[in-house]
């Protein structure tokens, strides 16, 4: 077993761990992290494939990412220091029972199935492959993940913003009485509300 | 460093993160059992191309779909997650209740 065989099943090895111990810690930051290292592995077991540019991407990528959904859950979540104990789990058995079927049936049908083996040549440059396959054939698929980005960031900012054209978004979307009688004439519009505050403004 | 290896490393995470989507009740946790899974399908995307494709740039291309479709799941889960906490106070899967039957 050669030096690699032996960093890839170590890498895989604290994947698998740090992703269950993800689910397994009282600190919802501490579960951030528990998941970046899980990242970080499998990011260096990509670069042990060969794919330079995209283990380094997911390694960038994921230490970012990680560092948002920390300051997540110090923002939002209860508990995020880990100081009391944590098991905040709905249908756990079905969970665990659905978590180990997925595992057993993929694993099955890996050792099953018979797998073409055409490795990666050595002296394949690999990135500037990449980068004329992103820019020349497969251009339209790039341009249209870029575009999905952009949609996802305007999509994200909508969502999260709480003033809309019509005023505050979460106004309206309080359901009215269903007795007529029962309407509060005093009650704020949602339209006046948005012009008074456009004028206050 | 063989194909299955990796395949059965790949199971490992995508079962955990079904684990994780299914059982957590706290939205943030969820997402990150769904994060999980993704990294699973990189993994293999990553494993395919590496060790059966003989390294055709299509298969990179696949993988950096992948790494675009984790990052809008995580931005648009965030933004759901600060448009219902805005909405209800709430940070808990439970709490959403409306639409049963």
């Keep these: 077993m050669s030096g690699v065989d032996i960093a890839f099943w170590l890498l895989g090895g604290v994947a698998l761990v740090s992703g269950w111990r993800v689910f397994r810690t009282d600190s919802m930051v501490r579960a951030s992290f528990l998941l970046l290292l899980s990242f970080v592995a499998v990011g260096v077991m990509m670069l042990l494939l060969g794919a330079t540019y995209l283990g380094y991407a997911t390694l960038f990528m994921m230490a970012v990412e990680m560092m948002v959904m920390a300051l997540f859950m110090v923002m939002f979540m209860m508990n995020p220091a880990g100081l009391n104990p944590m098991n905040m789990v709905h249908q756990h058995g079905l969970a665990i029972a659905a978590g180990v079927i997925t595992f057993v049936g993929l694993s099955a049908l890996a050792l099953a199935v018979d797998l073409p083996a055409q490795p990666l040549p050595a002296a394949t440059a690999v990135i500037p492959r990449l980068g004329h396959e992103l820019l020349g054939d497969s251009m339209l698929v790039f341009e249209s993940a870029g575009v999905t980005l952009l949609a996802t960031m305007i999509c994200s900012v909508i969502l999260s913003s709480r003033s809309g054209r019509f005023g505050p978004s979460d106004i309206g979307s309080v359901p009215p009485p269903l007795d007529p009688d029962e309407l509060d004439p005093d009650e704020i519009d949602p339209e006046e509300q948005g012009e008074t505050e456009g004028n206050s403004a | ?101």
């Design chain 2, 1 to 101: 460093m063989t194909l299955t290896g990796i395949l059965i490393i790949a199971a490992g995470l995508i079962g955990i993160g079904v684990y994780g989507a299914l059982s957590q009740q706290s939205f943030v946790m969820l997402m990150m059992g769904l994060e999980l899974i993704v990294n699973g399908v990189l993994l293999t995307t990553v494993g395919f191309w590496s060790l059966t494709a003989a390294g055709i740039p299509e298969g990179q291309l696949l993988a950096i779909i992948v790494m675009a479709v984790m990052a809008v799941e995580m931005a648009v889960g965030f933004a759901l997650v600060v448009a219902v906490y805005r909405q209800r106070q709430v940070d808990m899967t439970d709490s959403l209740n409306t639409m049963k039957h």
